[in-house]
């Protein structure tokens, strides 16, 4: 059991049943009345945002989570499968769970949020930015590098993102694997 007072930022917390992430918190002590707590709480399973108001030194019932890295090894019928780097345990995860799944390919390390009671995965993180070669993409005009246009490209995991004109088929670039929007070139 923790109070609001306990609070932190990627505090997990379980409300009816269902587990929630403290994205941001605020105390708020008014002139007139008792203090309390704005909270922006972000659901684990649909990543729903929303915003919940604490009176202060309310008791909540508290997750301890466990971060864990697995290195992603193959999809099946099953789902995804991962394999732990230190223990080589492989376990399953499913599509849903995790973030930017459009851009994993093998070898790839996610970070994998795990119930520390039940072992359960609650969520998968992939590194907010990744580098991938692009597969396909309809070749550039010369002259065309300054309008801020942007046209479709198939990166290697299959999966389709928009860049700028002058990108060409085989070159490296960075995407954010939270929106999945272009961020540059790659230098390697």
Known sequence: MATTADFRNGMCLDIDGSYYFIVEFL??????GPAFVRTKLKNVETGRVLDKT??????????RIERRPYQY???????????????FDQIQIPAQSITGVDFLKEGDMVEAMVHAASE?????ELPTHVTLEVTYTEPGIKGDTATNTLKPATVETGAEVRVPLFIETGERIIIDT????????SKE
């Open 27 to 32: 105390h708020v002590k008014p002139g007139k």
């Open 54 to 63: 604490w009176n202060s030194g309310v008791k909540v019932e508290e997750v």
């Open 73 to 87: 090894l193959y999809k099946d019928e099953m789902g995804l499968n991962f394999m732990h780097p230190e223990t």
């Open 120 to 124: 359960t995965i609650l969520t998968c």
């Open 178 to 185: 939270r929106d999945g929007s272009y961020q540059g070139r």
